[in-house]
């Protein structure tokens, strides 16, 4: 078995190219995985590879499930080290198929002329041929040996063909034009063990010489063997493998920050960016000048993270540290050059935030509300100005039903909009300030804190894992502005198509139904977007289809999912306390609730367009009825648990009431066996019909109780599930 290494040596490539991602839940994108998963599958092809493929998910380490096998991402190179391969190929055995034995043989059983070409062509006798099973049939065809490759000649091939496949979101053309990549190729390492792979990349032919850092390390720098690339490039002060930077990253920012009395808030977004800028990194600690610690530490610490790529030492209960820490690509920094330069960057950026905060301070809130109608929400939407009033009498109907200060709402919502014309946030310094800023603002000229907070959180949750906003206040300012946003953006036709949502829609339903759900805040969404002014085509289909996004997420089956929605979508909040019964007391009643999904999908058959019938009990006690022992049965289970289940439903203890409901399901088997429900499909028996009547009176009454929880009928037997 033989290691196979590939670097492709490129001038800088951006971070963004190396660890980009697909999207919120999607799988990893990054060119360098996606490079290695396509090798992966070419070798797979050509029977080199029976392993593994790398795994998917950004957060883990692609060759997680692939022992000795290494990622190489770094600004100036990408590629990968993989075990295993062998040698060369297997010699195999494969059918060769020809035409139909309809046409091969004739009626005597005699070999035809189609025969015969398909044997001259092959360059075999007639007498090797024999009647083989193709895709449509028998035919004629014979065995034959494939003698294996090497697998050099093999990656020779495959690893150009992978590159040239490789989509590029953005492309650069170097020489005369003819070559494009995601940077120009400088070199190439291509190694079978110690042996180089004769092939070519992008015009440039793989050696095996590659090249250290570009100032602290050789430049050219030979690799003796695959195994030898990754500390051979350490020596030369190149860290290739992302996992190994990351690493030397978090150790180092630890020991800094411990050394300076603190610590640093974990920040994944920002370390993994500086993973990619860099091939050696190192942190060095820096100073914040004691004028500007007074900032909000909102302001300060966006002000060093999004400009300079700085991380702010916490020290107790949050408070920030007169200190910064900065990964920087080099191993040390022995005369404090590359310290003071950031320090006096960093000077001068905080010079700017202050400058902006302490005018903008001076600035009633109030007073800029007019500005807003200068600034344009969406076309057919009006400005910002139009959408703050339309925020202020939804905010006030949400805190009206939500037991609020819908005085305090209605404010915080006319002037949540406000800090988009401030200085700190429209000089586009700090736009992710948007809210945080205006809450700042409100609570420095004296605005209750309640009303200030909701400002503050009114962008919560941004993402998936984002924190709520903490208050009623920002529910109502938060649930306002996402529910105008959606309705103005679907009424205007700009809702999502495909992988395209230019307006984050698909975010800001994810951010509402999570508060709606989360905070157990009752709101029945067509019937409040009505009162509102009406319901966008397509909108509650939208909100349904995150909803079910939201349950996957937390482990529920789409069956499920199915179950919920389909009496469509009306308070989010209720059916998540539903689904979550569900799928509790399901897990419970495992078989009793297979029973009942296939007993209720033939119960919503029989029910189909049947008028709603008074139940008459007496007609299943009767004395001459005296084959009902079926329907007694189920109707004595029905009057049991109907009074029970139905104070449960009522008191929305639903895991309660599914329980009490389960119950019934031997009563419901003992139905179908034993009872003809359609026993007078005609209606030709005056007392047939009665009965038939009453059988399904009681089959509406059962099905009642179950839909105040779920559609049962949309539940997927497990047993059938597992056979998908």
Known sequence: MADFLLEIGTEEIPAGMLSFRSGMGGNRQDLPWRLAQSIIEALREHHLWNGADLDPDPDHDPFSEIPGGKMIAAPR??????????????????????????????????????????????????????????????????????????????????????VDALYLPKAMHWGNGSQTFVRPVRWVVALLDDQVVTLSIKGVAAGRISRGHRIHGAAEVEIASALAY???????????????????????????????????????????????????????????????????????????????????????????????????????????????????????????????????????????????????????????????????????????????????????????????????????????????????YAAAQGQPAEVAEAIYDHYRPLFTEDALPRGVLGDCVAVADRLDTLSEMFTAGQAPTGSKDPFALRRAAVALLRILTEKARPLDLPSFLQEMGGVPEGLMDFLAGRLRFLWEVHGYGYDEANALLAFGLGDPAEAHRKIAALHTIRNEFAEDFDHLSVAFKRVRNILKGIPRYELAPELFLSEDQKEGAGERLLYAAYEAVKDEAGRLLDRRDYAGALRRLATVRPAVDRFFDDVLVMCDPQGKDPKKTALQQNRLALLQRLVALFDRVADFSEIVPREKEAGK
Request: proline content about 6%; charged content about 30%; overall charge negative.
């Open 230 to 440: 990754f500390q051979t490039l350490r020596r030369e002060r190149v860290l290739a493998d992302p996992a190994d930077r990351k690493r030397k990253i978090e150790d180092e920012l630890g020991q800094r920050a411990t050394a300076l009395g603190g610590h640093v808030p974990g920040d994944p977004e920002l370390l993994e960016k500086l993973v990619y800028l860099c091939e050696f990194p190192a942190v060095l600690a820096g100073g914040i000048p004691a004028e500007y610690l007074a900032l909000p530490s909102e302001i300060l610490v966006t002000c060093l993270r999004e400009h300079q790529n700085f991380f702010v030492v916490r020290g107790a209960e949050d408070s920030v540290l007169p200190h910064f820490l900065s990964v920087t690509d080099g191993p040390d920094d022995p005369r404090g050059f590359i310290r003071r330069g950031l320090e006096n960057v960093s000077r001068s950026r905080l010079s700017d935030a202050r400058f902006f905060y302490e005018q903008d301070v001076k600035v009633p809130i109030e007073e800029r509300l007019e500005a807003l109608k200068g600034v344009v929400f969406q076309a057919k939407a009006g400005s910002y100005y139009d959408k703050s009033e339309r925020l202020e009498r939804t905010a006030k109907r949400l805190a009206d039903l939500w037991g609020a200060n819908a005085e305090g709402a209605a404010w915080a919502a006319l002037h949540c909009k406000c800090d988009l014309v401030s200085l700190l946030v429209q000089e586009k310094e700090f736009t992710t300030l948007q809210g945080i800023a205006g809450g700042l």
């Open 77 to 162: 190179r990408i590629g990968f080290l993989l075990p295993g391969l062998p040698a060369r190929q297997d010699d195999r055995s494969e059918t060769v198929v020809g035409p139909a034995m309809a046409v091969a043989r004739d009626a005597g059983g005699q070999w035809t002329k189609a025969a015969e070409g398909f044997a001259r062509k092959q360059g075999v006798d007639l007498d090797d041929c024999r009647q083989v099973q193709g895709p449509k049939g028998p035919c004629v065809g014979f065995e034959r040996t494939v003698k294996g490759r090497p697998t050099e000649e093999i990656l020779s091939e495959i690893v150009p063909a992978a």
